[in-house]
């Protein structure tokens, strides 16, 4: 399907969720990191975004009871 016009403010606000979201859990890392710099801050963006697709799962879960 092609993209119509009626359909650019939602993309744009998708966009505008993913950069916060990769935002959001950059800080997180960082921060973390700071707080205990034996973890690296790879491991904690990699739990940052696993918490953030569990939380995905589980608004699903709950939105198909």
Do not use: C, N
């Amino acid at each position: 399907s092609s993209l119509r016009s009626a359909d650019a403010p939602y993309l744009a606000v998708v966009l505008e969720l993913g950069a916060l979201s990769i935002a959001l859990v950059v800080l997180f890392s960082d921060s973390m990191a700071t707080l205990y710099p034996s973890w690296s801050s790879t491991s904690f963006k990699l739990i940052g975004y696993f918490m953030l697709a569990l939380s995905g799962v589980q608004r699903d879960l709950e939105a198909a009871r």
